[in-house]
């Protein structure tokens, strides 16, 4: 039961940093979508405004990812008894 409670606490904890991670994705997207389509010239002349939030885009884009793959998920596996390797 120990094992349980921890797990679940562990999972509400990563849930909770996933979901910063998500919420910043979404101001960069917002901010972001403005600029878009993406073209070479638009790129090779982008703001620092833009490289900046481009920049937030893919640093919580890839956090967000390990969140999931290297915390969420093995505790879900443990807790569905599933085989994580």
């Known amino acids: 039961m120990k094992h349980a409670m921890n797990q679940t606490t562990k999972l509400q904890s990563y849930?909770?940093?996933?979901?910063?991670?998500?919420?910043?994705?979404?101001?960069?997207?917002?901010?972001?979508?403005k600029a878009t389509p993406f073209t070479v010239e638009s790129l090779?002349?982008?703001?620092?405004?833009?490289?900046?939030?481009?920049?937030?885009?893919?640093?919580r884009f890839s956090k967000l990812q390990d969140a999931i793959g290297a915390k969420i998920?093995?505790?879900?596996?443990?807790?569905?008894?599933?085989d994580d390797k």
């Open 15 to 33: 849930h909770a940093e996933a979901d910063v991670h998500a919420q910043r994705l979404q101001i960069a997207l917002k901010h972001l979508y």
């Open 44 to 59: 090779e002349s982008i703001s620092d405004e833009n490289l900046a939030f481009l920049d937030l885009l893919s640093t």
């Open 73 to 82: 998920f093995p505790i879900l596996l443990d807790i569905l008894q599933e």
